[in-house]
């Protein structure tokens, strides 16, 4: 079994409101035979398509190799927030690698933001960049938290862009009846994520970047000049740079042993008229406090888009109701209504929630496990790799630094031991403990 294509036709997209509002983009062809280049990136989603775009900028000869077509993965099916911060949040970070380093990977993260907002202004991508997203609580406890942790930015990071509601001024925003309070950060915003990704490509393409799409890379033999093996040719590169996240499967067994692939889904409803402001009033975008995170928002044509529910297999479950149960419980009003679109899509984690950047030997670098929030992070991660690779890797090495732990029984045992720990936070969820 191969995540890549246990739930999907090759190179297709799945059936995604996202897809049916796609900017189109022309297929590339496969690799047939040999193929050289400076640096080959394996994988066409936000990581890969910012390395090949910012190398072939550099003036490097970029061969980018992906399986399906650029966007595919979870660069084209999520939910769009472009949240602050890393995914940990910074007291976190500050126990786990310092204060001084933890405020490095706050600007780090500021300047992922940035990165996205300026590369969808420069390339001109329409993908309805939008500001704001909002923070939701289930408990006064968890608003209590929230508001500590609102202040905590604003002091220690100086960051002014967020701010607390409580639970009047949450639900003047969003009247879910289960919701307590929380908070809106303007600085996050939401977008169309494979129109942003569609985008990236068209820069690649506009800078230089050769593109294999439908190709799949078998294995790499490592040495002075690389030998990437796919299956219908080879590429010999000076770089590697592997951006596959949730679907890498066994491409490199040290990065397998320390991501690991969950499946996560979305809905799209019919559009929602006039009871849209029951849902939402203002356009931003949610996430709520919940371990397996609901989220949502609204589209141009006033659907509801909202994610939920988790999966640990191959194969996804049924959809429909992965994604309604949650969505019933923040929208009892909306138990019975029509889904238009149903699609999932496999991210990757980390046992502490941080992505995983790393060098194997002297010319591979792969970055991955962005836990959720790699609209950013996965963009940003694609530039610090293209910097490494031209020599200039302080940042790239600020996140290396980041120590990530093998998860427990390795790439063979993981799904089972991980299957076992989101079953026991996912109960704590429904027990709202
Ligand atoms: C449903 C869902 C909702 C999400 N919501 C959010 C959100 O709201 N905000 C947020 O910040 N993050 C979110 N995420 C996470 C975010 O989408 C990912 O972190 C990000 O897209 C990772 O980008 P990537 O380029 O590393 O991986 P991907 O976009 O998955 O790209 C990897 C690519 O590598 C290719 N590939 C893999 N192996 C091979 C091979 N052997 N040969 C050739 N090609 C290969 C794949 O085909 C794929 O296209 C969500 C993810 C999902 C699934």
């Known amino acids: 079994m191969n995540l890549l294509y246990s739930n999907d036709t090759q190179g297709a997209f799945p059936d995604s409101w996202y897809a049916a509002t796609a900017h189109p983009r022309e297929p590339h062809a496969q690799l047939r035979g040999d193929a050289e280049a400076d640096v080959c990136v394996v994988g066409g989603g936000y990581t890969g398509l910012s390395a090949a775009l910012h190398l072939a900028e550099r003036g490097y000869k970029v061969a980018l190799v ?78 209590q938290h929230e508001h500590a942790y609102v202040e905590h930015l604003q002091t220690r990071y100086n960051y002014d862009q967020i701010k607390p509601l409580d639970a009047n001024e949450l639900h003047t925003i969003c009247p879910s009846p289960r919701y307590k309070g929380g908070s809106l950060d303007m600085g996050a915003a939401h977008l169309h994520p494979l129109n942003y990704a569609l985008g990236l490509a068209k820069a690649c393409e506009a800078a230089g970047v050769t593109f294999y799409e439908n190709t799949h890379v078998h294995n790499i033999v490592e040495g002075d000049t690389l030998t990437i093996r796919c299956d219908t040719g080879r590429i010999r590169a000076r770089h590697l740079i592997l951006a596959c996240n949730g679907y890498l499967g066994g491409l490199n067994r040290r990065v397998a042993g320390r991501v690991m692939p969950i499946n996560n ?13 029951k849902v939402l009033s203002k356009d931003v975008a949610v996430a709520d406090s919940k371990f397996v995170v609901n989220y949502f928002r609204l589209s141009a044509d006033k659907r509801l888009l909202f994610g939920g529910g988790e999966s640990y297999g191959y194969k996804f479950p049924d959809i429909d109701k992965t994604v309604r149960k949650p969505m019933a419980e923040i929208f009892p009003h909306l138990q019975d209504v029509k889904f ?35 609209v950013g992070t996965a963009t940003h991660a694609g530039k610090l790799m293209a910097d490494a690779v031209a020599g200039q890797a302080e940042s790239f090495d600020i996140m290396a630094k980041i120590p990530t732990s093998p998860f427990p029984g390795g790439p063979a045992f993981r799904t089972p031991l991980l299957t076992l720990a989101m079953t026991w936070y996912a109960m704590r969820d429904r027990l709202g403990i």
């Open 340 to 374: 238009t679109h149903t699609w999932g899509g496999t991210l990757a984690i980390t046992i502490n929630r941080l992505p995983y950047l790393a060098r194997f030997g002297p010319n591979i670098l792969s970055a991955s496990g962005y836990s959720g929030h790699g």
């Open 265 to 277: 889904f979305i809905a799209a409803t019919e559009p929602l008229g006039d009871d849209a402001a």
């Open 66 to 143: 992906e399986a399906h077509r650029a966007g595919f993965g979870a660069s084209g099916r999520n939910g769009g927030q472009l949240g602050s911060g890393q995914r940990a949040e910074q007291d976190t970070l500050e126990k786990l690698v310092g204060d001084a380093d933890a405020m490095k990977l706050w600007h780090l993260a500021e300047e992922a933001k940035t990165l996205v907002k300026d590369l969808i202004s420069k390339h001109k991508i329409d993908c309805a960049l939008k500001p704001g997203i909002a923070h939701a609580c289930f408990s006064a406890r968890e608003m």
